[in-house]
């Protein structure tokens, strides 16, 4: 099974705000409430963003927002800030009992 | 506070076996599916397995059913990944991560800090 899709990378300047999308099917995004984002600096872990489509985990930035329409997935970053520059992955159960992650999406805050 | 400390990376030949070890510490060990992922250096994250909080179920990807086995030991807070017939493309770091439910699969929170093994002759 191919990975979701994300696009490659995305940019902003500091307070603006970016939507990554994350793209599947009826099998996965489209199947499940289970999608979540993840964001990973490098070196690093990944870390918890955004859990069952749009709910944030304790002390993640309200700045971070998620929604979900039909098989595709968003993330929006609002009011973006150089800490945030990292890769975000989303992620979705599928309909045959396995996780499917994006290929991930490179921000960059310029 | 939730601590998972992963170990057993290395680096095999092509055709070995290994095992990769994650000791969980800070929540309810037995209440919370396990999960592993992997991630090539450079490459996005691939989730390999998971399984429930008693054990007895289990899930994989496509690309190591039949070769690997996750296992968990709930009296010693020990989630287990014996790795078969390793190849190439197994090379990367892998990572367990907790579920929140007593079934896998939902989403991961936290994350270890991962341990590496390299698959190479």
């Known amino acids: 099974q191919s990975a979701l899709a994300q696009p490659a990378s995305v940019s902003g300047s500091p307070g603006q705000s970016i939507t990554i999308s994350c793209t599947g099917t009826?099998?996965?995004?489209?199947?499940?409430?289970?999608v979540s984002w993840y964001q990973q600096h490098p070196g690093k872990a990944p870390k918890l963003m955004i859990y069952?489509?749009?709910n944030r985990p304790s002390g993640i930035s309200n700045r971070f927002s998620a929604s979900k329409s039909g098989n595709t997935a968003s993330l929006t970053i609002s009011g973006l800030q150089t800490e945030d520059e990292a890769d975000y992955y989303c992620?979705?159960?599928?309909?045959?009992?396995?996780?499917?992650f994006g290929g991930g999406t490179t921000l960059t805050v310029l | 506070e939730v601590q998972l400390l992963e170990s057993g990376g290395d680096l095999v030949q092509p055709g070995g076996s290994l095992r990769l070890s994650c000791v969980a510490s800070?929540?309810?060990?037995?209440?919370?599916?396990m999960n592993w992922v992997r991630q090539v250096p450079g490459k996005g994250l691939d989730w390999v397995a998971g399984?429930?909080?008693?054990?007895?179920?289990?899930y994989y990807a496509d690309s190591v059913k039949g070769r690997f086995t996750i296992s968990r030991d709930n009296s010693k807070n020990t989630l287990s990944l014996q790795m078969n017939s390793l190849r190439a493309e197994d090379t990367a770091v892998y990572y367990c991560?907790?579920?929140?439910?007593?079934?896998?699969?939902?989403?991961?929170?936290?994350w270890g800090q991962g341990t590496l093994v390299t698959v190479s002759s």
């Open positions: 991560a907790k579920d929140p439910y007593v079934s896998p699969l939902s989403w991961f929170d936290p």
């Open positions: 800070g929540f309810t060990f037995i209440n919370s599916g």
């Open positions: 399984i429930s909080g008693d054990g007895a179920r289990t």
């Open positions: 009826s099998s996965d995004v489209g199947f499940s409430k289970y």
């Open positions: 069952e489509v749009d």
């Open positions: 992620a979705s159960f599928t309909s045959s009992s396995t996780v499917i």
